[in-house]
């Protein structure tokens, strides 16, 4: 499946973005999904997952609260709503798909076959 993350710009701190990653070449369906991210200097990061079922979901501490990951499947494509975004927010922002993954390795980026190439996401103070 290939992955296309779109969406990311420049927000002031306390503004929103939605992020969209659309896949072709085979459904969504059944796909656990993630978002990461990768600030300069930095390692990437966990942000947000959805279970292929869409009945699980899990945040990093860091956005818990203020990002909401969803999906459609209609329309293959996973979005990640970010509000109250924050200076700290800034980075490049990946999405992931996986059909194998256990969920307790949802966080770790090894997990995921498949890869998005990314969006910028810069927020100004």
């Known amino acids: 499946v290939q992955l296309q993350a779109s969406g990311g710009g420049l927000v002031q701190a306390g503004g929103s973005l939605r992020l969209s990653c659309a896949a072709s070449?085979?459904?969504?369906?059944?796909?656990?999904v993630g978002w990461f991210r990768q600030a300069p200097g930095k390692e990437r990061e966990f942000v947000a997952a959805?279970?292929?079922?869409?009945?699980?979901?899990s945040y990093a501490d860091s956005v818990k609260g203020r990002f909401t990951i969803s999906r459609d499947d209609t329309e293959n494509t996973v979005y990640l709503q970010m509000n109250s975004m924050q200076p700290d927010d800034t980075a490049i922002y990946f999405c992931?798909?996986?059909?194998?993954?256990?969920?307790?390795?949802?966080?770790?980026?090894?997990?995921?076959?498949?890869w998005g190439q990314g969006t910028q996401v810069t927020v100004s103070s």
């Open positions: 070449g085979r459904t969504f369906r059944g796909y656990t």
């Open positions: 959805m279970r292929w079922d869409s009945r699980a979901t």
């Open positions: 992931a798909a996986d059909n194998r993954i256990i969920w307790s390795s949802i966080s770790s980026s090894r997990a995921y076959d498949y």
